[in-house]
């Protein structure tokens, strides 16, 4: 009895290998027709394409008359729209929910919020980001959620929330004296938005804890607060030593991993670019040397002009006037470095924003401040991906890249904000809006 039972399961057991192997299905062929593609890297769109996709990823990309539409191929027609790749938001905080400032701010989503409502806002902002068009964002550090983005970039990876792709910071990094919670009376041991470390030891020591977790860059604070010095010029308060800063950027690129700083100008970006910060985050005050520097050391530059028009203070308060000069001083950094030829890539800072506002609002700024439509699109497509080191399988339709595919109705080169009313959206081969 028991002998034959073990022969019906071993044969059972044969039958469902042999049967798996003849219903192994061939990766899905898709077909999208374009009536332009904008393809993230070459400077002109091109008229009437057509992108197969096997999986998930591109295999061929042609003019619509000459290319043959394989057999069986599903066929998505965008032939009145404009095709362009998944677009890349290199500067976000899905841990942060644009706190408003009348309700407490910043603080309170540290001192009020639980764990668990704090991961539920990030799974509907990297649901809105994937509405939206963008398929990647860098996420650079989760405000004192500690390595919940590290959770988020797997649940998405395992299918279990919509997103899209994540490189992430985890905690980030900052001095004593160099992040909120601040302003509390100083008998009380407050949490702290990010990691706190001092000196060479404990930078390198924290870079190693964020690395061994999961952080897919380093983001170190070189400046924390600013305000209108003596002459109407901005400060902007240093935080670590070019030392400290050396030890975290040795530590993470021992690993193949790169350095976002956050800076605005003065004393903390100079250290920024002597430490070898591989990204300026903000740089709202970039001197001349400074553009200098970052030109010589192929420093990236994620401007995020749109958080520095929200929330302004009122006129007449010392904050209302540090507000007022922080984008006075933005736009003309903005156009010294676009004229300079420094790399510059998209970023919003989303989360200091709200995630109900468009992401790509951020567009229309850059454009207004000289930037070319096309440029612009570039900045969180196809150079996006190289400083992420994802150059030809992000950011760009052309062979061997990743499905990740948006389109809009209407030329975006002619109308920037269009990039705002993104209708169809394909990550990874599966389509996620639209057709
Ligand atoms: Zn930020």
Known sequence: MKIAHCILLLALGVNLVAQDQHSVPAPQVTVIRAGSLIDGKSDQPRRDQVIVIRGNRIEAVGDAASTKVPAGATVIDLSQQTVLPGLIDSHTHIFLWGEDPEKGGYDVNI????????????????????????????????????????????AIEDGIIPGPRLFVATRAISTTGGYMLEGYAPELAM??????????????????????????????????????????????????????????????????????????????????????????????????????????QGTWYVPTLSPYYYDWAPADTPNGQRDRLRA???????????????????????GGIPWTDPIA??????????????????????????MLDMEGKIGVV??????????????????????????????????????
């Open 191 to 296: 949490p702290k938005g990010a990691q706190i470390a001092d000196g060479p030891v404990e930078a390198r020591k924290a870079a190693r804890e964020q690395l061994d977790h999961g952080a897919d860059w380093i983001k170190v604070y070189m400046t924390h607060r600013s305000w209108v010095g003596k002459n109407g010029e901005l400060v902007s308060q240093p935080t670590f030593t070019v030392e400290e800063l050396k030890a975290i950027v040795d530590e993470t690129h021992g690993w193949g991993k790169k350095v976002a700083c956050h800076a605005y100008g003065g004393i903390g970006l100079r250290r920024a670019l002597d430490g070898g910060c591989d990204s300026i985050e903000h740089g709202l005050d970039l001197d001349d040397a400074a553009i200098v520097q970052m030109l010589k």
């Open 361 to 386: 609002q951020e567009f229309p700024r850059m454009v207004s401040f000289g930037m070319s439509p096309m440029d612009a699109i570039q900045s969180a497509t196809s150079r996006a991906a190289v």
């Open 328 to 350: 006075a001083v933005h736009e003309p950094s903005f156009k010294k470095a676009l004229k300079a030829g420094v790399k510059i890539v998209f970023g919003t800072d989303m």
């Open 111 to 154: 001192l009020m919020a639980p764990f668990g409502l704090r991961a539920a806002r990030a799974t509907v902002a990297v649901r809105r980001a994937l509405e939206q068009g963008f398929t990647t964002l860098r996420d650079v550090e989760t405000e004192g959620a500690g390595y919940g983005d590290i959770g988020i970039k797997q």
């Open 398 to 435: 052309a062979p061997g890249a990743f499905a990740d595919i948006v389109a809009v109705t209407g030329d975006p080169l002619r109308d920037i904000k269009l990039l705002e009313s993104v209708q169809f959206v394909m990550k990874d081969g599966k389509v996620f809006r639209g057709k």
